[in-house]
């Protein structure tokens, strides 16, 4: 079983950074693709950004392309995503995912409980 934990969450002006970390516990992660989606209210679970279990590829989403970035250490098991230039469009609950052998843009198994980024003046 997969146990994923996010932090870095909190609340950020407009035009500020945030990174977000999400640890795995209970299998080594390097075959898994992980990912980061997110999720405001009413509204459904969007696909923020992918780390791809092989060959180091990434993958985001057109709204967060050249602003967000994934990135991963496989020694520590965890998966960070760098919010620059955040907007108010950017607010929500921010999850972590996996899934072995993942395709990026494919479903995912295991997810973490989110955490809330909330960009505001």
């Known amino acids: 079983q997969v146990h994923l934990a996010e932090s870095g969450g909190g609340l950020v002006q407009p035009g500020g950074s945030l990174r977000l970390a999400c640890t795995a516990s209970g299998r080594s992660m390097g075959m898994f693709t992980m990912a980061w989606f997110r999720q405001e209210p009413v509204k459904e679970r969007e696909f923020v950004a992918a780390?791809?279990?092989?060959?180091?590829?990434?993958y985001y989403s057109d709204s967060v392309q050249g602003r967000f970035t994934i990135t991963r250490d496989n020694a520590k098991n965890t998966v960070y995503l760098q919010m620059n230039d955040l907007k108010s469009e950017d607010t929500a609950v921010y999850y972590c995912a996996a899934e072995q052998y993942g395709s990026p843009y494919g479903s995912y198994t295991y997810w973490g409980q989110g955490t809330q980024v909330t960009v505001s003046p």
């Open positions: 780390f791809r279990w092989s060959g180091g590829n990434t």
